[in-house]
């Protein structure tokens, strides 16, 4: 779900640099309130606030939001996870020659579901002599290879049909987004016709492998740095041409990825205590596996000492 929050993403391959001046491309650093380096074991005593900063690949400096440590609320990090494809297996029965079979698979990753669209393909055979429950499932298997807008692979053992979503080629439209991880529902049934049209279950569907969206892939990073480019200033996304927009991740890189959040409060002249708005979360994508002890020394005692939680850790 796409909120208010406001979205900051950094990126990093693990490597501290002493100073900004000696940022390297995809190096870190994290300074005080007085423009020193942070360092492993330093907390809110030693700088109320802090910042972190960056180096993309050209060089160039990306600085994160000041961030007062006792507005901090969590510092959690997410591990590297490979996505994992959904698997349905379809069990179909015995067919009765005559009877019309249907299977349907419904696209519940298209989020397009209107009264004039919907994302469903529905393979039929309506049985002859001498068909079988292996012969019915290798037909609604063929029907799906030859199908060019299926979202499925599918193969057959004795009747029983092994559904497996595709893989999503993760390239980029003409707007630099891209395509969500296909998820589906399977129906299997009997159109009786003795009973006006009316379906009726037919066989057993079973979802055997349930989808995983995994964390830290390349366009899953990518498309959180896209919510966060209004921040940057780029409000363009719709109409063309497209601002390219300020992307730090690289293609073809996984990440680990922290991320802070902080309550947004500040004081004006017209309050004489701190005013609330939308929480600010700060993304930080550290290559998978390299750097990450690094970033952590510095990090972790400094949020370990704000007044909310430690490092909360998801694999």
Known sequence: MVTN????VL??????????AALAAH???????????????????????????????????????RIKGLDVRSFEKQVYR?????VVTVTVGTPVVGQQYNLSIIDTSDKEIL???QAKRVYSRIAVTGDTATTLAADYVAQITADPASIV???????????TAKVVANVANAAGEYPAQYTFEAFSAQ?????????????????????DYGCGNFWQVRTLEQRGQG???VTNRTKFPVEAGQYLSTAGVNYDVYVIEYANNYSTNSYTQAASNSPISIVILCTAGAGVATLEAVLGPYFESTPTEALSVAS
């Open 82 to 86: 490979a996505k994992v494809e959904q």
């Open 27 to 65: 190096d870190f650093l994290v300074i005080k309130k007085d423009n020193t380096a942070l360092v492993a074991g330093d907390t809110i005593q030693d700088s109320d606030t802090i910042q972190i900063v960056v180096a993309d690949a050209a060089g160039t400096r990306i600085f994160s939001d």
């Open 153 to 163: 692979t599918a193969s057959n053992v004795a009747g029983a049909i092994t559904l």
């Open 231 to 233: 921040y940057v200033g």
């Open 11 to 20: 990126e990093t391959d693990g490597t501290s640099a002493a100073t900004v």
């Open 191 to 211: 159109v009786d016709t003795s009973t006006n049209g009316f379906f009726q279950a037919f066989g057993t569907v079973v979802y055997t492998t349930p989808p």
């Open 5 to 8: 929050r406001v979205y900051k």
């Open 115 to 117: 009264q004039c669209r």
